[in-house]
């Protein structure tokens, strides 16, 4: 009798132990899973604060390219700033909130001679940038554009300088530069929102001048989860982590009390895992996919169709078209009518836009800035993509918002052909270029080339 009790405890201390382990283990297993899959959904939050920057930054960077070939163009002669100075420095920089370039300015041998806006002028002009960093202008006479975070005397907040070199006929003519201005740009952050659900954030840069932390909320960041992004010279990155850690030991410990008596945490883990994995899913859907308009975002845009440097086709037989297009006015709608009817309005222009393209063919509309689009096309030739600019532009000027009659709808349309390898940097400019055109001679219209 003592035997068989001794034997059913022995059996029993077997049993107890190997479902104790096997259950531990699984348990082990997935909570380690479930942090991966929680860092996966930092990450791609993380992807769409970065998305943003990385457009402001792009957007710069193609305007130092249009002053360099104006500057070639007039073999190196200045004269045209004073006209053409407003006009890539931003033709909505008055009206549009989020304006991100504070001045533009030109630098012959080096030293800035012409600034834009005027009053950017007295702190900048003369400023020698050979004396500023020797790395950055090494880099510059090599005939590379930099990123810079030196900020000359006299000029407030957090400024980056783009700055590209200028040759003519082979020879150094001197340098275009664009200055960002960071606390503009940081402004488009939803960094706040982050501290609300319990996030703590660390946005830094290196540039040639070191690492710079921007903007940060709390402390501890050993384990974070780092989204990076780079331009040239300038890597910047966000780093995300719990503001209460990845581990909750209180739950690890109701947890391992649950196994020892039940093995139905093993299919609540089991759904835990799925749905969350579900949520990782659908996250990644949500980067990929503006909220408002449900186009496509500038995330979707770097991972499907550009290259890792953002400045070629991800496929090299890719043949896209490229068209620029630009709300007309779009400061002017909300202060007017309202940011609920700019949004109404953001969402009837992106599905007019979105009628004129065939998505089944690999045509793609991204939502580019705030209230910018841009379309990407498989364009047999020009003429057809002239049309579809054209449609666009008609399409948008046919919209009527029954609540608001007296809104007049209207956009301006730069588009670029790619007749076969072109890059995308390249097309980019030339959309800008025809974009800027379009503008110039009154909005409303669409130039391609």
Known sequence: MKKNILKNLAIAL???????????????????????????????????????LGGSLERIIVRTFVLRDMVMQED????????????????????????????????????ISDVYPADEGPSLVGFDYSSDSPEAMEANMAG??????????????????????????????????????????????????????????RLSTRSFGGETVLVRSGENFGNAVTVPFSSYNLSLSL????????????????????VLFTS??????????TKIRGD???????????????????????????????SSWRNPGDTYSVALVDIDRFKSINDTFGHAAGDRALVLIAEAIMGCVDGRRGDRVVRFGGDEFLV????PDAGSLDRSVREMVSAVSRIRVEAFPDMSLSISVGGAFNGGGGEYLSLMKRADENLYSVKENGRNGGLVG
């Open 14 to 52: 077997a049993v107890f132990l190997a479902v104790l382990f096997g259950l531990n283990g699984l348990y082990t297993t997935m909570l380690h899973g479930l942090i991966r899959e929680s860092k996966d959904r930092y990450y791609y939050i993380g992807v769409n604060e970065v998305n943003e």
């Open 76 to 111: 190196g002669g200045t004269g045209f700033f004073g006209s053409m100075a407003p006009i890539v420095y931003g033709a909505s920089a008055k009206e549009g909130a989020g304006q991100t370039i504070r001045s533009i300015a030109l630098a012959p041998g080096g030293i």
């Open 144 to 201: 590379r554009t930099v990123i810079t975070g030196a900020i000359p005397d006299g000029v407030d907040g957090m400024v980056m300088a783009v700055r590209t070199p200028v040759y003519i006929g082979g020879d150094f003519w001197g340098i275009v530069a664009a200055y960002m201005d960071l606390g503009k740009i940081l402004e488009g952050f939803n960094l706040d929102a982050l501290e609300g659900i319990g996030v703590d954030y």
């Open 239 to 258: 780093d995300l982590v719990p503001s209460g850690g990845w581990y909750d030991f209180g739950m690890i410990m109701m947890g391992r009390g649950i």
């Open 264 to 273: 139905l945490i093993v299919m609540g883990l089991a759904i835990s895992f």
């Open 280 to 310: 990782s899913v659908r996250m990644r859907a949500m980067a990929e996919t503006d909220v408002l308009t449900r186009c496509f975002s500038r995330y979707y845009m770097g991972t499907a169709i550009l290259s890792e440097d953002a």
């Open 376 to 379: 990407f096309i498989h364009s």
